[in-house]
């Protein structure tokens, strides 16, 4: 992997929390739910997962490879990291790693917090964020 400035990778607020489903359609989906707050990891692209000592490399398009991806369900994050290249790495507490390179055609991944806040893995590399500007409450006729 080529060297990233790291001072610019930013942690996911996904720290302690658990994988509650997978969602499988043009890419894969993976939703941490909690009370009612919803932060979703959108993968576009072929992604590596590591566990058990085994690297297994999946792609998208691929459902058997969509069905292993199904082993996540259940899992504690306990690091999450958007890279400023563009990569995106999720450690669970069982030693399992979650992989996902930069692409340099299309957006590899994207991450949605529960406060609308988001990153974009974007074309190319480096990351886009964003965070959903609070609208001022309105106090009646103007």
């Known amino acids: 992997m080529e060297s990233h400035d790291e001072a610019k990778d930013i942690p996911l607020p996904l720290r ?20 009612g707050q919803r932060s979703t990891i959108r993968i576009e692209r072929p992604f590596l997962l ?5 690297d297994k490399s999946l792609s998208i398009g691929r459902v058997e490879d969509m069905g292993k991806a199904l ?3 259940g899992k504690t994050v306990t690091k999450a990291l958007a890279r400023s290249d563009g990569a995106l790495g999720v450690v669970f507490d069982d030693g399992t790693i979650l992989s996902v390179p930069p692409d340099a055609l299309s957006e590899a991944w994207e991450f949605a917090g529960p406060d609308r806040s988001g990153i974009v893995s974007l074309a190319g590399g480096g990351l886009s ?11 009646g006729k103007p």
Do not use: H, M, N, Y
Request: charge should be neutral; glycine fraction near 8%.
């Open 16 to 35: 302690g929390k658990t994988v509650s489903r997978c969602i499988v359609d043009s890419a894969l989906g993976i939703d941490f739910i909690e009370e």
């Open 50 to 54: 590591r566990a058990l000592g085994a």
């Open 71 to 73: 082993l996540l369900i």
């Open 129 to 139: 964020t964003w965070v959903e500007a609070e609208r001022p409450k309105s106090r």
